[in-house]
């Protein structure tokens, strides 16, 4: 089931101005850093994600797999705070 509050942080993020960049954390553990604002999109209804890969591929997923989002920390650590889940 897709969680409002992961859909509702994907908007307020996305859309934030300025951008800053944020993750995805998946159910597996997994991340994906989000860096610019056309690198991520979804459709709530259908559970569905797509995300620019490092290697500029599309990464597509079922959005109930994103378990929070997270803003990136403007260091150089890239280690993320701000949680929205």
Same mark, same amino acid.
């Given at each position: 089931? %897709?969680?409002? !509050?992961? %859909?509702? @942080?994907? =908007?307020?993020?996305?859309? !934030?101005?300025?951008?800053?960049?944020? +993750?995805? %954390?998946?159910?597996? *553990? *997994? =991340? @994906?850093?989000?860096?610019?604002? +056309?690198? /991520? *999109?979804? $459709?709530? !209804? $259908?559970?569905?994600?797509?995300? @620019? @890969?490092?290697? &500029?591929?599309?990464? $597509?997923?079922?959005?109930?797999? /994103?378990? +929070? /989002?997270?803003?990136? &920390?403007?260091? !150089? &650590? *890239?280690?993320?705070?701000?949680?929205?889940?």
């Amino acid at each position: 089931m %897709v969680s409002q !509050a992961v %859909v509702d @942080a994907l =908007r307020r993020f996305r859309s !934030a101005q300025p951008f800053q960049p944020f +993750e995805l %954390v998946l159910r597996d *553990g *997994g =991340r @994906a850093q989000i860096i610019w604002p +056309e690198a /991520v *999109g979804w $459709h709530a !209804a $259908h559970d569905q994600l797509s995300y @620019a @890969a490092p290697d &500029d591929s599309f990464i $597509h997923m079922t959005l109930s797999n /994103v378990t +929070e /989002v997270l803003l990136l &920390d403007n260091q !150089a &650590d *890239g280690k993320a705070n701000d949680t929205a889940r």
